[in-house]
T-cell receptor, first 114, second 114 residues
Framework: NAGVMQNPRHLVRRRGQEARLRCSPM?????VYWYRQLPEEGLKFMVY????????ESGMPKERFSAEFPKEGPSILRIQQVVRGDSAAYFC????????????FGQGTRLTVV | DQQVKQNSPSLSVQEGRISILNCDYT??????FLWYKKYPAEGPTFLIS?????DKNEDGRFTVFLNKSAKHLSLHIVPSQPGDSAVYFC?????????????FGKGTLLTVNP
């Protein structure tokens, strides 16, 4: 009965590289949400996905960021050409049904751009 | 334009006493409010929630109060225990189709001293 699994827990990238963050939702959950927490800030919504569909990406930066949740496998948050300002904790959450605010969060991936 | 504000970055209380964490919001479209607890290096864990049609919700040692006219909510923990030491995030969501989207405050670090 594993919870939301995120990997890696820590990721270090040089400026200009790509970062790939993975999230496996809880068993039976088909709704995935990504949040970003910048230093000294609260979590901020980025994107909501269901299997093979992006439902709401209103919180995603317009460039360099993309997310997917394929039919098979984990959800991926991809950041291209990372910059120092991308350094943050990225949290994934999942829920079994649409419209449930009480999502279950993973432990997060801490991205450091050097 | 912080829509959810937790004005106290930290709070320290003695074991056995009451902890009161406060949260203010500005968006009148919010109608569901949640508290999450977060330990270092872990993801947020859902604690308790309240709908805008209620003014109080209780779950064991945790009680959340909502004052809609003041756009204010608070979390009471009685009695406080050392294991309650964590960062507490207040979050809010709106009605309708986007109620999955949580808006978080910056958090309050609670320290319960033995």
């Amino acid at each position: 009965n594993a919870g939301v699994m995120q990997n890696p827990r820590h990721l270090v990238r040089r400026r200009g590289q790509e970062a790939r963050l993975r999230c496996s939702p809880m068993k039976g959950h088909s709704h995935v949400y990504w949040y970003r927490q910048l230093p000294e800030e609260g979590l901020k919504f980025m994107v909501y996905l269901q299997k093979e569909n992006i439902i709401d990406e209103s919180g995603m930066p317009k460039e360099r960021f993309s997310a997917e949740f394929p039919k098979e496998g984990p959800s991926i948050l991809r950041i291209q050409q990372v910059v120092r300002g991308d350094s943050a904790a990225y949290f994934c959450a999942s829920s079994p049904r649409q419209g449930e605010p009480e999502a279950f969060f993973g432990q997060g991936t801490r991205l450091t751009v050097v | 334009d912080q829509q959810v504000k937790q004005n106290s970055p930290s709070l320290s209380v003695q074991e056995g006493r009451i902890s009161i964490l406060n949260c203010d919001y500005t968006n009148s479209m919010f109608d569901y409010f949640l508290w999450y607890k977060k330990y270092p290096a872990e993801g947020p864990t859902f604690l308790i929630s309240i709908s805008s049609i209620k003014d109080k919700n209780e779950d064991g040692r945790f009680t959340v109060f909502l004052n809609k006219s003041a756009k204010h909510l608070s979390l009471h923990i009685v009695p406080s225990q050392p294991g309650d030491s964590a960062v507490y995030f207040c979050a809010a969501s709106g009605s309708g189709g986007s109620n999955y989207k949580l808006t978080f405050g910056k958090g309050t670090l609670l320290t319960v001293n033995p």
